[in-house]
């Protein structure tokens, strides 16, 4: 743990760092391939802060596959092969980082692909225009998570980050962790449900975060 120590923090915090470097990016894209990363980078980070997926499940995904959408919505399907449990899980991608992949998806995956034949699959492409390698997504988002917010978080870290921000929300939220983390049994939840201080039941996580966004601005 003492690796970690600092390096926790809040998914709303990661939230809007992803969100922040995405917003900056969309005017650079004219100018520079490096911005069109930087976007890819920021959708990568909101994404995670509100669905903290396994980095083999975030580099697997695929358009058309485990990423499907429409004008309303965003759905993931993890396949079992990918999940931590062993088991398939499909999800909505929740609004504040679904207007950030449509983004990536709407401006700056079309320029990567570009870059080679334009037929890849995979969701987060390379400068390249290559899938994004496995072994780079994770210095990628904690370069970008260090650039953005002073603290490097490395992609695996957002699943402590979920679940640190909902014990410390009410203990009815820490209740939410297994689902949110993918745990088969209640172990974890337990161990962060003691550390909870605030008793207020019934929150979804992803409306959670937005409140707890919208409160440090």
């Known amino acids: 743990q003492s690796r970690k120590h600092g390096r926790i923090l809040s998914s709303a915090v990661l939230l809007e760092a992803g969100l922040e ?13 490096f911005a069109a990363t930087d976007l890819r980078d920021g959708a990568m980070i909101a994404l995670l802060a509100l669905m903290p997926m396994r ?11 485990s990423v499907t959408l429409n004008e309303d919505l965003i759905l993931i399907s993890i396949p079992e092969g990918l999940s931590k449990t062993g088991l398939p899980w499909e ?3 929740p609004p504040q980082a679904a207007a950030a992949l449509r983004t990536y998806l709407h401006n700056a995956r079309p320029l990567l692909a570009r870059r080679n034949q334009g037929t890849e699959p995979g969701l987060w492409l390379s400068r390249q225009g290559n ?16 650039r953005m ?11 402590d980050a979920a679940a640190t921000t909902l014990a410390r929300s ?14 088969r049994g209640f172990k974890t939840a ?28």
Request: glycine share 8%.
């Open 21 to 33: 470097l995405v917003e900056a990016s969309v005017p650079r894209l004219n100018h520079s391939l």
């Open 55 to 65: 980095r083999r499940a975030l580099a697997g995904l695929e358009l058309g596959s």
């Open 91 to 93: 999800a909505e991608v």
């Open 131 to 146: 899938r994004l390698r496995y072994g780079s997504i994770g210095p990628c988002i904690a370069r970008q998570t260090l």
């Open 149 to 159: 917010t002073g603290t490097r978080v490395p992609p695996h870290f957002f699943r």
């Open 170 to 183: 009410s203990p009815e939220s820490a209740r939410l962790i297994r689902g949110v983390l993918g745990h």
């Open 190 to 217: 337990e161990r962060h449900y003691i550390h909870a201080q605030t008793i207020e039941a019934g929150r979804d996580y992803a409306s959670l975060i937005a409140r707890l966004k919208e409160k440090s601005q």
